[in-house]
C-alpha cells in the first residue's frame, strides 16, 4: 500500500471543453468491464441478501428506497460497519452492494448497507437527509440486532464516499471511511452529471465535505486505487490535506494498480486491502 503523497497542481477545469470535464469523472467509459462488474456485484449480492442471517429490506423511511439490508456476523455484540453505495447519486441500489458485507462479516464485524432516494427524484440535500435518517434508524435497532452501537463505522464508495464523509457529524458516528469518495462539488456542477443532480449553490457550499470538514474527534481513513482517474484521486487527496490542517486524525492510502471498480474486491475476503482498513478503523475507532 502507498501512502498520501503531496498533491500536484489540480486541473483548470475552465480550461477543459465540456468533453474533457465529462470524462475526468466518468468512471464507466474510463473502465472497459464496468457494467460486467456490476453485474457480477448484483448476482454476488443477492447470494449474501439470501443468506438465513441477513435481515433485508428494513424500513427507515416512507420513499420506496428508504430501506437498509443488515448482515449479521456469528459475535454478539460486534461492531457494526454502515456502507453507503455509490453512482454519483442517482445510479445504483444497495442491491447491488450487499458482497461488501463478506469479507467485514467473516472478520466479526456486522455490516448493514443503505438504500436512498436518486436523482432527479431527490435533490442531493434530500439524499443526505435520507441517509443520515438511515444511520439513526438502525443506530436504534443494535438492541434487535445485536451489535455494538459505540462501535458504529460509516463508509461509502465514490459518491457513497461522499455521504460518508458527511455522516462524520452524526454523534453515533465514531469513524468514517470513504472509498474514491467526492469531496468537492464545484467540478461537479461543471460536468455531465449535474444535468440530473442539479445542484443549487447553497448545496455546493454546504454539502462539500472539503468545505464542511467535520468537528468531531474522529478517525478518518481514506482509500482510493492507484489507477483511478487523476480527478478522483485528487478529490481524496485535497480533502485529506484540509483534514489534516484542521488537526484531524485522516489518513489517505493509495491502493496500487487498482481502478474504480477493482477496489471494491478488497471488501470480498476477511484479508482484502479494504477489509483490513476497516478492522483498524473499528480497532482504533472511539470518537467523542
Known amino acids: 500500500m502507498q501512502h498520501e503523497q503531496p498533491?500536484?497542481?489540480?486541473?483548470?477545469?475552465?480550461?477543459?471543453d465540456q468533453a474533457g470535464r465529462d470524462a475526468a469523472y466518468n468512471n464507466s467509459q474510463a473502465v472497459a468491464?464496468?457494467?460486467?462488474?456490476?453485474?457480477?456485484?448484483?448476482?454476488?449480492?443477492?447470494?449474501?441478501?439470501?443468506?438465513?442471517?441477513?435481515?433485508?429490506?428494513i424500513r427507515y423511511g416512507d420513499r420506496p428506497n428508504n430501506c437498509l439490508d443488515y448482515f449479521a456476523t456469528e459475535a454478539a455484540g460486534a461492531p457494526l460497519f454502515i456502507f453507503i453505495h455509490g453512482g454519483y447519486w442517482?445510479?445504483?441500489?444497495?442491491?447491488?452492494?450487499?458482497?461488501?458485507?463478506?469479507?467485514?462479516?467473516?472478520?466479526?464485524?456486522?455490516?448493514?448497507?443503505?438504500?436512498?432516494t436518486l436523482a432527479p427524484e431527490a435533490s442531493l440535500s434530500d439524499i443526505v437527509a435520507e441517509v443520515f435518517r438511515a444511520i439513526d434508524a438502525i443506530v436504534a435497532l443494535a438492541g434487535d440486532l445485536g451489535f455494538d452501537p459505540?462501535?458504529?463505522?460509516?463508509?461509502?464508495?465514490s459518491a457513497g464516499g461522499h455521504?460518508?464523509?458527511l455522516s462524520a457529524e452524526r454523534p453515533c458516528v465514531r469513524g468514517v471511511m470513504p472509498i474514491s469518495g467526492i469531496f468537492d462539488l464545484e467540478p461537479i456542477v461543471l460536468t455531465y452529471l449535474n444535468r440530473d443532480l442539479q445542484l443549487r449553490p447553497f448545496e455546493v457550499r454546504s454539502l462539500a465535505p472539503i468545505q464542511n470538514l467535520t468537528r468531531r474527534d474522529l478517525p478518518m481513513r481514506l482509500f482510493v486505487?492507484?489507477?483511478e482517474l487523476p480527478e478522483l484521486q485528487r478529490q481524496s487527496r485535497i480533502y485529506a490535506a484540509a483534514a489534516r490542517a484542521a488537526g484531524l486524525d485522516v489518513?489517505?492510502?493509495?491502493l496500487p494498480d487498482l481502478n474504480h471498480y477493482t477496489i471494491m474486491e478488497e471488501f470480498a475476503a476477511p484479508d482484502g486491502l479494504?477489509?483490513?482498513?476497516?478492522?483498524?478503523?473499528?480497532?482504533?475507532g472511539t470518537g467523542s
Open 251 to 254: 489518513s489517505m492510502t493509495t
Open 33 to 57: 468491464d464496468s457494467a460486467e462488474r456490476l453485474e457480477d456485484w448484483t448476482r454476488r449480492s443477492a447470494v449474501c441478501r439470501a443468506l438465513p442471517s441477513t435481515r433485508r429490506d
Open 90 to 116: 442517482q445510479r445504483n441500489s444497495k442491491e447491488v452492494f450487499g458482497f461488501v458485507s463478506t469479507g467485514p462479516c467473516a472478520a466479526g464485524i456486522n455490516v448493514a448497507t443503505i438504500g436512498y
Open 7 to 16: 498533491d500536484g497542481a489540480a486541473p483548470e477545469f475552465g480550461r477543459l
Open 274 to 284: 479494504l477489509t483490513r482498513g476497516l478492522l483498524d478503523l473499528v480497532g482504533g
Open 163 to 165: 455521504l460518508a464523509a
Open 225 to 227: 486505487g492507484g489507477a
Open 150 to 157: 459505540a462501535r458504529v463505522h460509516v463508509g461509502g464508495w
